[in-house]
């Protein structure tokens, strides 16, 4: 990192040696892009008038992470571990589910004398019969 400089030959951008064009004291790449709002900070804005090193990207949401959040609302090391989470989680979630997948032979009549022990009524068997 070069220190504090001079902003009117050389454009007023860290580490950028290209010319400054007039009075704006940015070069032609710089010209549209604004300086971090703190004081004596040589850094482009990233979002909220703030460069990255001043709090211009969102910090990582995992707990006492104060790593940047890269892509969506995690850090890299944390996202990764977050998508393992998830795909742990549905592996086990689809592992519940086969408990609950019908086999066909499930799905075949079967004899209410298999089930009962006990002779049944006539009465009682047709109308068990007629609710199955």
Known sequence: ???????????????????????TMKC???RNRAK?????????????????GHGGRRK????NCESNARLGQYCT???KKIKQDKKNETKQWKENESAF?????????FELHQIYEKEID????AILESLL
């Open 36 to 52: 971090c709002r703190v004081p004596a900070c040589l850094n482009q804005v990233y979002a909220r008038q703030l460069c990255v």
């Open 122 to 125: 006539p009465l009682d068997y």
């Open 28 to 30: 032609h790449y710089h």
């Open 1 to 23: 990192m070069s220190g504090p400089k001079s902003c009117s030959s050389v454009c007023c951008f860290r580490d950028c040696t290209a010319p400054a064009i007039g009075t």
């Open 101 to 109: 997948v019908i086999d066909e032979n499930d799905l075949r009549p």
């Open 77 to 79: 090391l944390h996202s």
């Open 60 to 63: 990582c949401e995992f707990p």
